[in-house]
């Protein structure tokens, strides 16, 4: 067998140092360089991330307490409002109350006024037709007779 032939030994080892040597020195200076480059770059860039993330984080953290502020600013301006107009609708119907209480008590007066007037004129009508009544009954009576 030819691998075991002791006489190719020393020109195997040749090749193979030489091969070794050769592609060690490519490695370690061309490719684990730009690897080491690339390495770089990306922590690099990583880390640019990450410290515009965390300014982000903070704008973002300042504009949430900005707009809980508004949004309680708003919310008390709003209630305040609605109490205004709750008050005013209040007295709108208080007011309104009172005007209807004044009108129907005028129209319970003239209404009393007229059912007196109806009463007296209904009772002097029921008196002069009972005279009227009577003087018929007494004109049959007596002519009759």
């Known amino acids: 067998m030819p691998q075991f032939d002791f006489t190719t030994y020393s020109s195997q080892i040749f090749w193979l140092a030489l091969c070794f040597s050769i592609l ?38 300042a504009l949430q307490a900005k707009s809980n502020m508004l949004r ?12 205004e107009a709750t008050k005013l609708a209040s007295a709108k119907r208080e007011k309104l109350i009172e005007e209807l209480k004044e009108r129907i008590d005028e129209i319970t007066r003239k209404s009393q006024s007229d059912l007196k007037n109806f009463l007296v004129s209904s009772k002097d009508q029921s008196q002069s037709a009972l005279q009227n009544l009577t003087q018929m009954i007494k004109a049959k009576l007596f002519n009759i007779s």
Not at 47 to 52: E, H, I, K
């Open 24 to 61: 060690y020195f490519f490695v370690s200076n061309v490719i684990l360089p730009r690897i080491r480059e690339i390495q770089k770059e990306r922590k690099s860039t990583i880390d640019g991330d990450l410290s515009a993330t965390h300014a982000t984080e903070k704008e973002l953290q």
């Open 72 to 83: 309680r600013e708003a919310t008390k301006a709003y209630q305040i409002q609605l109490d």
